[in-house]
Each structure stands twice: as structure tokens, then as C-alpha cells.
């Protein structure tokens, strides 16, 4: 379940800051398959990863990822 709301996150603020898959991938160095899956709930994200993901967006994790929303 957590790996959706990561997921449908991640897409929703890559697409709201203009980034494609693959530019946000090539940014993370990860293949386009990868932040593929991990959009689509398929692949849980690390900590790691969700850390550069906040980073290359320009956003908080918080932002990115609301306690509240994570606990539902």
C-alpha cells in the first residue's frame, strides 16, 4: 500500500514540476524502469531514494510524503 502512495506521489510532483520520467530518472541515475515501477506501486522506493527524489523536485519530504497520508 505504501509503495502506491509513494508512487502516485513521486509522479504527481514530477509532472506538476515539468519533469519527464526520463529526465527525473537520468537526474536520480536510475533507468526510466525503474522510477517506472516504483510510480506504478510495483517497487518500494529507500529512504535514499525518496531523499534525492525531494532533492531533484524541490520539494520537502514532508511535502512529498505527509505523515497522515502514510498512516491511512
Not at 12 to 38: N, Y
Request: net charge positive.
Amino acid at each position: 500500500m505504501e509503495a502506491e502512495i509513494y508512487g502516485r506521489r513521486i509522479r504527481a510532483f514530477r509532472k506538476l514540476k515539468g519533469f519527464t520520467q526520463e529526465r527525473l530518472a537520468r537526474d536520480l541515475g536510475v533507468s526510466v524502469s525503474v522510477l517506472g515501477e516504483i510510480e506504478r506501486g510495483n517497487r518500494a522506493p529507500s529512504y535514499d531514494f525518496l531523499l534525492h527524489v525531494a532533492k531533484q523536485l524541490n520539494v520537502s519530504l514532508e511535502e512529498l510524503f505527509p505523515i497522515d497520508q502514510l498512516r491511512k
